[in-house]
């Protein structure tokens, strides 16, 4: 297979030994209106042939336009290549003429992006969007390029491959579209590949095996990775070198141990601090005080109906959440883990009293079963929500003080005079400072708006709040910090948190107690130290394992490959699934049989 | 698929039974009388109450619209009131004109239109783009009568290269296709526009540069049947605005279809006509956007019909 990668590479190839892709004071340069403003300065490396080269960095490091340097890719005419060079074997890339360009894009160099729920065309099959890569760079006939095809989907270990040629994104999970991408960058056996953030918009463990077979892929084919990603356990686990870039310039680079055990520079080393790790919880767990608890959940159950017939009538039921028990304590953060459909934002919604639910809820020992309109807006002061995406889940046209104030001015909490006091106070609480109230969210940074939905989560002073992937759109530098402030607030205000994440590394740093929710059913439940200790369901020890560890000398204990994807919630009516009766394993660790 | 046919064709006659009832009732409503119009000027008071009576326009409005609801699910539309014949017959005969019309006015606009926004979509900020947009909000902002008679005097007066009215030809079509096409076209071109802005940002826009695709086919093998899926649903509804303009454009180019039909018994309160005309201009909105969401499924796999 190496052989058929080397011949068919031609000119390009240099001897062994030779890197197969160089990069050279690289220059990119965005046009501004007070002049070009560089993206990324003088960034050199070279990437040997089966090598994997990681960029490393926060957002705004410069290392995705990098990549689409590399592909010339750079979106016209605003962003452009301002120095430096890039060779492919002897070709130099930065002056090629389009046409040219197209022949190396796919087919020697080939890329994969973050986004595999967008990146593929919504209204093409398949079987068409691989065979058009083939046929864009080989002249055979369509049954060639089906075969090829097939071959590729079969190389990326998806299941049924002649039955995904006919499908569309849409009726595809995921992490099978990641592999349908991955299929389309490696059908023409690319001298390079660029995998930018292949993983971060999948499940742990889809996120798993999408990391086994790139390393399987590249062991076969020999194929030079430059792996782009901001998650240092990815870096470790794929890379044998590590570029550090930080603001578009390189800050270290070298093998990856090296980086990782010897971190030259300060920023490396911050870097790899503020890396959540797991088996490093912080702290021993919360006493918490007895009494009664701030929410509590009996039997609780959303459906959502499926319509369908003549008469649209109800024909299916998706089991959003199927019966599940649990009490939040006061002043405690309570995580709940699960993968993506695992129903977990659907009972933080319920809780918040959002979605229709079955069952019973008490916040604060007030049933929220049967309340009317003005009982259940009194209720919402004690529930308040921090969601995954600051920027979206703020009003762009308000000023943030506002933002903040609007809350107080919905529940006719005070006069305005106080209200800005009140304001001003908590921005100094969550580390904002108090003249940042008149400006509009977009001037701020992903963390500093996340703080800005904090203190509007604050200002009611609610008893419980609900954070659903409050930090996993963050920088892990800017995601500890925001973590740091999480756990301040609580023990200052005695808030509890629900917690929700599918990051286990940061639930290990954060929670008190832990839920592991699997089709929208607990499955196991308990303190930290036993659920991450001593976890006794299979499906909470996969999510563990598959946890990226961020150390390259860090041997995974073999595990047998699990493949597949979560079976779906939808069920016909009547069909209704098993519950699952959780059993002490003794003080209070429940784990479902 | 057959249940959501069997469905929507039911809400379309719901749909029809309620523009005829509010029609109805507006006719009934309107301080013209038409038994005046009929009769004439010299009439006697009884030849009037005669007419009226022999009409069934002097029973409660209950009655009336009864009788004439009646007729209809016979397929009976009356008679009209000065023409001396039957509804149905005088539309029936029109109908093919005024189809010939939407048809060539629905080519016009979406050749103009779609041509307009991808090229102004490809050379976003540019001049082109600019003076494509201009056009396009002319062609919104003009009146038709005005676009029309502009045409007229440009196109068939001065250069002769079309007839100034009448109907028969192909030539005869173009410049009445052309006035109310160019009204569609200006909204087309701008929906398609920042359609098609919207698409080319897309992911999967990228994902087919970055396997060496040439330009062309980025553009119309992927970006193209994206961006025209919100079109195809606005064609539909387009329909409606052309049953508006087929009233102006008929009647500016005498071309002998439905809308010059309505025209004339407007002005003289021939409401069977009227009537008429309505219904089946509503039962043309109706079908059009049904076909419109039956033809999306085929373009967008996403989208299934239950």
């Known amino acids: ?593 | 698929m057959a249940a959501y046919l069997i469905r929507r064709l039911i809400q379309a006659a719901l749909i029809l039974l309620g523009v005829s009832l509010v029609t109805f009732f507006l006719l009934y409503l309107l301080p013209a009388d038409p038994v005046r119009q009929i009769a004439g000027r010299s009439a006697t008071a009884q030849t009037v109450q005669n007419i009226r009576e022999q009409l069934g326009l002097d029973q409660p409005f209950v009655v009336q619209y009864w009788r004439y609801l009646s007729g209809l699910v016979q397929g009976d539309f009356g008679r009209s009131y000065l023409q001396k014949s039957e509804v149905a017959v005088l539309i029936w005969a029109r109908l093919p004109a005024s189809l010939l019309l939407m048809a060539g006015a629905i080519s016009c606009e979406l050749l103009l239109g779609l041509t307009m926004g991808i090229v102004a979509a490809l050379r976003r900020g540019s001049m082109t783009d600019q003076s494509l947009m201009i056009t396009s909000f002319i062609g919104v902002s003009a009146p038709q009568f005005v676009v029309g008679l502009l045409l007229l005097y440009v196109f068939a007066v001065r250069l002769g290269w079309f007839p100034i009215g009448g109907y028969g030809t192909f030539r005869h079509l173009v410049l009445p296709s052309l006035t109310l096409g160019i009204l569609g076209s200006g909204w087309y071109s701008r929906m398609m526009r920042s359609s098609m802005i919207d698409v080319l940002r897309q992911d999967y826009i990228r994902t087919a540069r970055a396997k060496g695709l040439a330009r062309r086919r980025v553009i119309f093998r992927h970006a193209l049947p994206n961006a025209i899926l919100p079109i195809i649903a606005m064609i539909g509804i387009d329909i409606g605005i052309f049953m508006g303009g087929i009233v102006v454009v008929e009647s500016v180019f005498g071309w002998p279809g439905i809308g010059q039909l309505a025209w004339q018994a407007i002005q003289r309160v021939d409401i069977p006509i009227i009537m008429g005309v309505t219904l089946v201009s509503a039962c043309a909105i109706v079908l059009g956007n049904l076909l419109a969401d039956l033809v999306t499924p085929f373009i967008d796999p996403r989208i299934r019909l239950r």
Do not use: W
């Open chain 1, 1 to 593: 297979m190496t052989n058929a990668a080397i011949s068919r590479s031609g000119a390009a190839t240099a001897p062994d030994g030779a890197p197969v892709l160089t990069v050279q004071g690289l220059t990119v340069s965005v046009k501004t209106e007070d002049g070009l403003l560089p993206l990324v300065s003088d960034l050199s490396f070279a990437l040997a042939r089966g090598e994997t080269l990681a960029i490393a960095g926060e957002s705004g490091s410069g290392k995705s336009i990098t990549s689409l340097a590399i592909m010339g890719l750079l979106p016209p005419p605003a962003v452009r290549v301002t120095g430096g060079q890039i060779h492919l074997g002897t070709t130099e890339l930065t002056g090629l003429p389009e046409a040219q360009m197209q022949s190396i894009r796919g087919n020697r160099i080939a890329m994969i992006f973050q986004e595999p729920m967008t990146s593929l065309n919504p209204v093409m099959s398949i079987g068409r969007q691989l065979t058009e890569a083939i046929e864009a760079h080989e002249v055979l006939s369509r049954t060639e390029a089906r075969t090829r095809a097939l071959s590729a989907l079969t190389a990326v270990r998806i299941s049924q491959p002649e039955r995904r040629l006919h499908q569309y994104p849409h009726e595809l999970s995921g992490g099978m579209r990641q592999r349908v991408m991955i299929a389309m960058a490696i059908a023409l056996r690319p001298d390079v590949l660029i995998a930018d953030e292949p993983t971060t918009a999948l499940d742990v463990t889809v996120q798993r095996e999408v990391l086994d077979l790139l390393r399987d892929l590249q062991r076969d084919m020999g194929t030079a990775i430059i792996l782009i990603t901001h998650d240092m356990g990815v870096v470790a686990e794929m890379a044998d070198r590590v570029v550090v870039m930080q603001s578009g310039r390189m800050v270290e680079h070298g093998a990856a141990g090296a980086v990782f055990h010897a971190p030259q520079q300060p920023y490396t080393k911050a870097l790899l601090a503020a890396v959540p790790r797991m088996g490093r919880g912080v702290g021993a767990a919360a006493v918490l005080p007895g009494g009664a608890p701030v929410a509590r959940l009996r039997g609780l159950q959303v459906r959502f109906d499926l319509r369908g017939g003549l008469l649209g009538r109800v024909t299916h039921h998706v089991h959003a959440v199927e019966g599940v028990d649990l009490d939040i304590q006061r002043g405690e953060t309570f995580a709940l883990v699960g993968e993506s459909g695992c129903g977990k934002s659907t009972l933080a919604k319920a809780m918040a009293g959002l979605v229709k639910f079955d069952g019973q809820i008490e916040i604060d020992g007030t049933s929220l079963a049967g309340l009317g309109r003005a009982q259940i807006k009194a209720l919402r002061r004690n529930v308040q929500m921090i969601f995954q995406d600051p920027m979206a889940s703020l009003d762009p046209r308000m000023r943030v003080g506002d933002l903040v104030a609007e809350p107080l001015v919905i529940h006719g909490i005070d006069d305005h005079a106080r209200r800005e006091a009140r304001v001003a106070a908590l921005f100094d609480r969550v580390g904002l400072s108090s003249d940042q109230m008149y400006r509009y969210p977009h001037e701020f940074s992903g963390g500093q708006r996340q703080r800005i939905c904090i203190a509007r989560a604050l200002a009611l002073q609610p008893k419980l709040i609900i954070a659903d992937e409050s930090v996993s759109a963050l920088d892990v530098s800017v995601q500890a910090r925001v973590l740091d402030l999480l756990r301040a607030l609580k023990q200052e205000f005695a808030i509890a948190y629900l917690f929700i994440s599918h990051d286990m590394a940061v639930v290990e740093n954060i929670a008190d107690r832990v839920a592991v929710m699997y089709l929208g059913q607990i499955v196991e439940m308990g303190s930290r130290a036993q659920i991450f200790g001593n976890p006794q369901h299979p499906y909470t020890r996969r999510l563990i394992e598959a946890v990226p560890v961020p150390d390259p000398g860090h041997i995974r204990p073999p595990q047998s490959r699990f493949s597949g994807e979560v079976p779906s919630p939808m069920r016909a009516v009547g069909d209704t699934p098993q519950r699952l009766a959780l059993q002490d394993i003794g003080s209070g660790h429940l784990v479902a049989p």
